[in-house]
């Protein structure tokens, strides 16, 4: 994922990654990257909660907004 | 936060050895204009795959590096997950799609005007692409041009 969102980034397309393992994205170092407190395969929390859904998504989407950060940001997910 | 742990001993080992990619430098792009007025299109990892469309191929070695195009309109309970990897629990993807391709939920962002719109297609990859050769060279290209002549502004990736 890291690898696509480069060369999205690379065309002038905005991008963010939801990340479930850390050392993974500090080594890979995706352009922007939400650590998420979540299990493998559970990427947006619990299934059928859209709640919680929308709250990982909206934390995702204020990192594309967020013109004070740079390259690589690596943003932990701070909700639950 | 996933953690090492939660794999079996050979993930970890593999994860421990595995020389991964260093993307050096770190491309980056700001958003040009307001969510409100941005196309945003999604990929999400978990080999999702719509109606009509082949499964992804669980016996390529180093990872099947295909994409597949998912339709803007797509019914998420039409999709159909073929991740091979045993790493980790499929029942929360089988409960909720959205868990992995949150398409319902961007919809109702775009309706309550956070985001613009959404774009006319979206892309599903199966990772564990352990050898990315081909992967980083033909297919990462193609895709970012689909979007790239799609007009997307922004992007949500989600892994599994």
């Known amino acids: 994922m890291s690898l696509v969102a480069a060369e999205l980034e690379r065309r002038g397309i905005a991008t963010v990654v939801i990340n479930l393992l850390r050392v993974v994205a500090e080594r890979v170092r995706p352009p922007r990257a939400l650590f998420v407190p979540f299990q493998h395969g559970y990427p947006l929390g619990r299934p059928n909660d859209p709640r919680q859904q929308h709250a990982v998504i909206e934390a995702a989407l204020r990192l594309l907004e967020d013109e004070a950060l740079a390259p690589p940001a690596l943003v932990d997910y701070d909700g639950s | 936060m996933g953690e090492m742990s939660d794999f079996p001993l050979s993930t ?6 595995y020389r ?20 945003l299109g999604l990929i999400s990892s978990a080999g999702f795959v719509g109606p009509g469309d082949a499964p992804f191929d669980r016996s390529v070695r180093g990872g099947d590096p295909s994409f597949r195009v998912i339709p803007g309109d797509i019914d998420v309970s039409q999709l159909r997950e073929h991740h091979r990897s045993e790493s980790f629990d499929h029942q929360g993807l089988a ?28 892309l599903s990859f199966m990772g564990s692409i352990t050898a990315p050769g081909r992967f980083q060279r033909d297919v990462v290209p193609e895709a970012a041009r689909l979007f790239e002549g799609d007009g997307v502004d922004a992007v949500l990736l989600v892994p599994v």
């Open chain 2, 12 to 17: 970890r080992l593999f994860l421990k050895a």
């Open chain 2, 20 to 39: 991964w990619r260093r993307i050096d430098p770190v491309p980056w792009t700001l958003l040009s204009k307001p969510l409100a007025e941005c196309r």
């Open chain 2, 95 to 122: 409960a909720d799609p959205n868990l992995g391709f949150p398409i319902d939920r961007l919809r109702e962002l775009v309706n309550h005007g956070r985001i613009g719109s959404l774009n006319v297609r979206h």
